[in-house]
């Protein structure tokens, strides 16, 4: 049930909020916070990795053509993956296999970015019905499995998209929405008063209603520029490098304009100091001596930054990262949960009986890990469909 009262922002007139009077009491709201939405975002997410690492490690290519016919391979993911393949693990998927889980990938995909935008339009509309402060960032941060779960899918399949021009654009679009509501929503984290549980601001209220926090924002009162305003920061940079970087692999997945403006162009002015400063460093006599420090800080820089660029640009690097996003969200939403068991001084005085009811396993808090059975269910469809049969024989008969 959704508890709805009209909004009290009468605090923000306030210098402080100890022993602050009227707060009303935190409600249950499980179809935001409910322990089947949480649970059902999170497997989601960490399966889509999870399907994501083992594409990685058993089927993705770290050699790419590019233009001219050229081949590029990046070492970061070569070096590694010829250790993965030639020493822990020497199997290969079928064709068949590689078509089940891209339709399964594609299925959780769409029904994230569905669900995704449903419990972000769900949490603004209830914006004006007094939605609190505590299910607002359960909202945040549930919603930030479903915008990581399809980068996740995006990342794995680019090639997909490549040949899919029409739902790349659509992809393209609802990657622009879905970014845009959770940097908004993100916004209100960063107040002093938000989620208060060391009093710096004067209280611990998880009730106070989010829209008042909207309004505050343009007030001074909003941060005193603590951990709070830095957590949201580091927040939002974590969702829009990921999302722009997304947005420039699924129209450049070869990497080739980055390639060109931030590996090539550099390291040719570089290797042209280095090489200057070798032919300078060769000279005889004491001639020499002044430039053998600047050439080795030349090519220390040069392989530096060869080496980040490399490292940059490796799918390994966009694993991990998307793994540490959602490790953060997962540390975030489970960290909100815990916080109901305190009074307004930060004090634990147990568990919130009336909130645990988000814990009770009701047909919606069900239905989330139902929907879990999709992808898998498209998994074994995709694998024995005809078309991955045929697709399996084409790849395993020899040419003529």
Same mark, same amino acid.
């Given at each position: 049930?959704?508890?709805?009262?009209?909004?009290?922002?009468?605090?923000?007139?306030?210098?402080?909020?100890?022993?602050?009077?009227?707060?009303?009491?935190?409600?249950?709201?499980?179809?935001?916070?409910?322990?089947?939405?949480?649970?059902?975002?999170?497997?989601?997410?960490?399966?889509? !990795?999870?399907?994501? *690492?083992?594409?990685?490690?058993?089927?993705?290519?770290?050699?790419?053509?590019?233009?001219?016919?050229?081949? /590029?391979?990046?070492?970061?993911?070569?070096?590694?993956?010829?250790?993965? %393949?030639?020493?822990?693990?020497?199997?290969?998927?079928?064709?068949?296999?590689?078509?089940?889980?891209?339709?399964?990938?594609?299925?959780?995909?769409?029904?994230?970015?569905?669900?995704?935008?449903?419990?972000?339009?769900?949490?603004?509309?209830?914006?004006?019905?007094?939605?609190?402060?505590?299910?607002?960032? *359960?909202?945040?941060?549930?919603?930030?499995?479903?915008?990581?779960?399809?980068?996740?899918?995006?990342?794995?399949? &680019?090639?997909?998209?490549?040949?899919?021009?029409?739902? %790349? +654009?659509?992809?393209?679009?609802?990657?622009?929405?879905?970014?845009?509501?959770?940097?908004?929503?993100?916004?209100?984290?960063?107040? =002093?008063?938000?989620?208060? !549980?060391?009093? &710096?601001? #004067?209280?611990?209220?998880?009730?106070?209603?989010?829209?008042? /926090?909207? =309004?505050? *924002?343009?007030?001074?009162?909003?941060?005193?520029?603590?951990?709070?305003?830095?957590?949201?920061?580091?927040? *939002? @940079?974590?969702?829009?490098?990921?999302?722009?970087?997304?947005?420039?692999?699924?129209?450049?997945?070869?990497?080739?304009?980055?390639?060109?403006?931030?590996?090539?162009?550099?390291?040719? /002015?570089?290797? %042209?100091?280095?090489?200057?400063?070798?032919?300078?460093?060769?000279?005889? #006599?004491? %001639?020499?001596?002044?430039?053998?420090?600047?050439?080795?800080?030349?090519?220390?820089?040069?392989?530096?930054?060869?080496?980040?660029?490399?490292?940059?640009?490796?799918?390994?690097? &966009?694993? +991990?990262?998307?793994?540490?996003?959602?490790?953060?969200?997962?540390?975030?939403?489970?960290?909100?949960?815990?916080?109901?068991?305190?009074?307004?001084?930060?004090?634990?005085?147990?568990?919130?009986?009336?909130?645990?009811?988000?814990?009770?396993?009701?047909?919606? =808090?069900?239905?989330?890990?139902?929907?879990?059975?999709?992808?898998?269910?498209?998994?074994?469809?995709?694998? @024995?469909?005809?078309?991955?049969?045929?697709?399996?024989?084409?790849?395993?008969?020899? &040419?003529?």
């Amino acid at each position: 049930m959704v508890y709805c009262h009209r909004p009290n922002c009468y605090w923000l007139s306030l210098d402080n909020l100890t022993d602050l009077q009227g707060v009303p009491p935190l409600h249950p709201n499980p179809e935001i916070s409910g322990i089947g939405v949480i649970l059902g975002f999170s497997i989601t997410a960490y399966l889509t !990795l999870a399907l994501l *690492i083992l594409h990685y490690l058993t089927v993705y290519d770290p050699c790419r053509k590019v233009a001219k016919g050229q081949f /590029y391979v990046n070492e970061i993911d070569r070096g590694l993956l010829a250790f993965v %393949r030639g020493r822990v693990t020497a199997w290969t998927p079928t064709r068949r296999f590689e078509y089940a889980m891209e339709k399964s990938v594609l299925i959780l995909s769409d029904t994230q970015v569905v669900t995704g935008l449903a419990i972000l339009t769900a949490g603004y509309s209830q914006l004006e019905c007094g939605i609190t402060a505590y299910h607002w960032q *359960i909202m945040v941060f549930v919603s930030w499995f479903s915008s990581f779960t399809f980068l996740a899918a995006m990342t794995f399949l &680019e090639d997909y998209f490549q040949t899919n021009n029409k739902l %790349r +654009i659509i992809r393209l679009f609802f990657m622009f929405i879905l970014s845009s509501l959770l940097v908004v929503a993100l916004l209100l984290t960063g107040s =002093q008063n938000w989620l208060d !549980l060391l009093n &710096e601001g #004067g209280g611990f209220y998880p009730s106070l209603s989010a829209l008042c /926090y909207y =309004q505050q *924002i343009t007030m001074e009162s909003f941060t005193d520029g603590g951990p709070r305003l830095w957590s949201m920061v580091f927040s *939002i @940079l974590v969702v829009g490098l990921s999302y722009i970087h997304g947005g420039i692999r699924l129209f450049d997945p070869k990497a080739e304009f980055t390639r060109r403006y931030f590996r090539k162009m550099p390291g040719t /002015y570089l290797k %042209r100091i280095v090489n200057f400063l070798d032919h300078k460093s060769k000279q005889r #006599g004491i %001639r020499a001596a002044p430039w053998i420090l600047p050439l080795l800080l030349a090519y220390s820089t040069f392989v530096i930054a060869r080496s980040s660029y490399d490292i940059a640009e490796s799918m390994l690097l &966009e694993i +991990i990262w998307l793994a540490f996003a959602i490790a953060w969200g997962t540390i975030k939403i489970w960290d909100t949960r815990k916080i109901t068991g305190y009074n307004a001084k930060g004090n634990y005085t147990g568990a919130n009986v009336e909130v645990l009811d988000e814990n009770s396993w009701s047909f919606g =808090q069900t239905l989330p890990l139902v929907l879990l059975l999709l992808p898998l269910l498209s998994m074994a469809q995709a694998y @024995l469909d005809n078309d991955a049969k045929v697709q399996d024989r084409l790849k395993t008969t020899p &040419e003529l």
